[in-house]
């Protein structure tokens, strides 16, 4: 018997082949290039590669000829070296692509943070004019003294009126209802501002 599932359908399109590459975490690869990169950076690899490569040259060089594994012209060392060169830069490259892209995250993180303080210090700013300007309208301790003063003097000046006026008052009392009438009607005068009074 024919399988079905083998034989392909006229009503169905062809599925392309597909080949099955291994899947990696570009995340765990990155930060292993990085460590990598950083280490190759560092005075520990330098030492270390420099040892390794003159016992490489000593003992190919001063030992018995049995024993010689990369003798004079040092051909395997040579492909190492070339196949170190040929990972190492490729690594390095995807490390500093990575620091960049940190770098222009930062970069928009900081553009986004000196707008939200500009914006913040605007705001302050037009907060402070407007307290300066309310501010400038409020009665200072200074003016409400000098009005408080300016008020007791109009209160003792208009005392002495009084007084002087009741004084006359009672001087002229024998003298007739008129004159009475008139003092009356200067103490009545008394009780109106002080205002209406420098007016008249």
Sequence with gaps: MVDRRQVPRLDQPAQPARIKVPRFDPEAFGRWSEGTARYMGTANFIVW???????????????????????YTFTFLTLLLSLQASYAA???????????????????????????????????????????????????????????????????????????????????????GDHIRGDQGEIESMDEPRDELDSD
């Design 90 to 176: 490729p690594l390095i490259l995807l490390a500093q692509n990575r620091q960049a892209d940190r770098d222009r995250l930062a970069m928009e993180e900081d553009r986004r943070r000196a707008t939200m303080q500009k914006a913040d210090t605007e705001y302050l700013s037009r907060e402070i004019a407007a307290l300066r300007i309310a501010l400038g309208e409020v009665a200072t301790r200074d003016f409400v003294r000098s009005e408080l003063t300016r008020l007791v003097e109009e209160l003792d000046e208009q005392s002495r009126r009084r007084q002087r006026l009741e004084r006359r008052h009672a001087r002229e009392r024998v003298g007739g």
């Design 49 to 71: 590669m420099t040892l390794v490569i003159a016992l490489w040259l000593g003992w190919n060089t001063l030992a018995p000829d049995r024993l010689r594994f990369d003798p």
